[in-house]
């Protein structure tokens, strides 16, 4: 009898992008804030939330995307789904928000808590 091991597929690492970075190229991507909407209060220009601004549906596949959320964590588990439905261009912003005002950047108030 033989044992059959399964090949574990590679987890490729997610783009993160410094803050500096990410702003340069803002306008070529679409940035979405992936923020708990009971608690966000910020957000950067334009961005937009999933669900409530735009749905999964509406982008494509190939569309670049900036993820954020307040510290990174919340972003990277959004990223690592996208990548799994089969988007292609994906990065977070490397310490989310709290990352892009440390480095001087605008940040947007929301209405938020909601």
């Not at 190229?25 to 669900?51: C, S």
């Not at 990174?72 to 928000?97: D, E, F, H, P, T």
Request: proline share 6%; aromatic share 4%; hydrophobic share 40%.
């Amino acid at each position: 009898m033989t044992a059959r091991f399964r090949k574990k597929k590679r987890i490729k690492p997610i783009l993160q992008l410094a803050p500096g970075e990410a702003k340069r190229e803002l306008e070529k991507q679409l940035v979405i804030d992936v923020q708990n909407p009971k608690f966000a209060t910020h957000m950067i220009p334009d961005a937009k939330r999933l669900n409530l601004d735009i749905s999964i549906r509406d982008i494509p596949k190939d569309q670049p995307i900036l993820i954020t959320c307040l510290n990174g964590q919340r972003s990277s588990m959004a990223a690592r789904q996208l990548i799994n439905r089969g988007y292609l261009n994906i990065c977070v912003l490397k310490g989310g928000l709290a990352a892009w005002q440390s480095a001087g950047h605008t940040l947007w108030r929301t209405k938020a808590p909601i």
